[in-house]
T-cell receptor, first 114, second 109 residues
Framework: EPEVTQTPSHQVTQMGQEVILRCVPI?????FYWYRQILGQKVEFLVS????????KSEIFDDQFSVERPDGSNFTLKIRSTKLEDSAMYFC????????????FGPGTRLTVT | DAKTTQPPSMDCAEGRAANLPCNHS???????VYWYRQIHSQGPQYIIH???NNETNEMASLIITEDRKSSTLILPHATLRDTAVYYC??????????FGTGTRLTIIP
């Protein structure tokens, strides 16, 4: 069964460093998303991406964040200068039109900023 | 997105049917009802969705009231692996998911 994969599973970085979180969505999907979940809190939407451009972003997704689909398979989230409060699980998701748009999530990357 | 209301927690005995309710009284005519679950910090997992009719798949059944203001997710024979937080979400489909706090379902051996 096709699935969304994410690498790395755990990333530790120092405050102020840049990180890139990588995702491989399901191959025939066209809609891509990033969410995050701070420990003990709700899953929060960050950004959606369709047709090579951002379709929606949340207030969390400020100038420090960017997304890219550099080739036909990868979807990346970059944080330019990490802060302590960026520590969270980051989930990638993808969806396709099948009469509706159920989203399929990856296992997540745990980002720890020290 | 329409607001949803779910009980914060529920218990269910292993092997019994788990019935998880959700109120969504402000749902609009073209919004779907989606159910997802999250097992202990794993990525959320899609379970089922519906618009007006009741739906069933290999994981669960979804019962939507005729006025569409509430729904019930049914796990017919709950197992310990069904212990998770269950989220009821309504939206148009091709948009972000807004997760609430969900219902923490605990399956009791």
């Amino acid at each position: 069964e096709p699935e969304v994969t994410q690498t790395p599973s755990h990333q530790v970085t120092q405050m102020g460093q840049e990180v890139i979180l990588r995702c491989v969505p399901i191959s025939n999907h066209l809609y891509f998303y990033w969410y995050r979940q701070i420990l003990g809190q709700k899953v929060e939407f960050l950004v959606s991406f369709y047709n090579n451009e951002i379709s929606e972003k949340s207030e969390i997704f400020d100038d420090q964040f960017s997304v890219e689909r550099p080739d036909g398979s990868n979807f990346t989230l970059k944080i330019r200068s990490t802060k302590l409060e960026d520590s969270a699980m980051y989930f990638c998701a993808s969806s396709a039109w099948t009469g509706s748009y159920e989203q399929y999530f990856g296992p997540g990357t745990r980002l720890t900023v020290t | 997105d329409a607001k949803t209301t779910q009980p914060p927690s529920m218990d269910c005995a292993e092997g019994r049917a788990a019935n998880l309710p959700c109120n969504h009284s402000t749902i609009s005519g073209n919004e779907y009802v989606y159910w997802y679950r999250q097992i202990h910090s794993q990525g959320p997992q899609y379970i089922i969705h519906g618009l007006k009719n009741n739906e069933t798949n290999e994981m669960a059944s979804l019962i939507i009231t005729e006025d569409r203001k509430s729904s019930t997710l049914i796990l017919p024979h709950a197992t310990l692996r069904d212990t998770a937080v269950y989220y009821c979400i309504v939206n148009l489909g091709n948009e972000k998911l807004t997760f609430g706090t969900g219902t923490r379902l605990t399956i009791i051996p």
